[in-house]
């Protein structure tokens, strides 16, 4: 074998081994992605609470944006409640039904939602409250994100009990 064939050879295994053990810098950033939020399973409580001790929930009526109902979970005593796709609504089918104050953890768990990927969940709709002490002080509040209180979850919780 001739010398020069043999010096080429060596230049090419150095080069070969350098590259191999080339190392990235600790503070190298590795390639930006665009933030996409994952799909997940949450559930979800209605965090509504009344400005007085007398003021109640009586009915609801929401539309989901960035996520479908998978389960209706939950509903108060003496409340139906009706969900699917992007909507759910329920209403108390008699007035001592109706969640004040002393019963807000009826509105926890109440339905499942799958939240699509990359989108933000919103709601638009509406809640009717009133007051124990007049029926005329029914008054309809909108419904904004801050109403929901979210949870990660795989399935629904057991029956209240």
């Known amino acids: 074998m001739r010398t020069w064939r043999l010096s080429l050879l060596a230049v090419l295994l150095a080069a070969t081994a350098a590259c191999h053990d080339a190392k990235t810098p600790k503070d190298a950033k590795p390639p930006e992605r665009p933030a996409v939020s994952p799909q997940s399973t949450e559930l979800v409580s209605l965090a509504w609470k009344p400005t007085s001790g007398d003021q109640n929930l009586q009915s609801f009526e929401l539309q989901l944006t960035g996520a479908e109902i998978v389960s209706l979970c939950n509903k108060p005593p003496g409340w139906i409640v009706e969900g ?78």
Do not use: M
């Open 84 to 161: 699917a796709g992007d909507r759910i609504k329920g209403y108390a089918t008699v007035g001592a039904g109706f969640v004040g104050v002393e019963h807000l953890d009826d509105l926890d768990g109440l339905f499942l939602i799958q939240t699509k990927a990359g989108q933000p969940l919103g709601v638009s709709g509406k809640l009717l409250t009133g007051v124990y002490a007049d029926d005329g002080g029914q008054s309809e509040l909108a419904a904004t994100p801050a109403l929901l209180r979210r949870e990660p979850t795989v399935e629904c919780p057991p029956p209240k009990g």
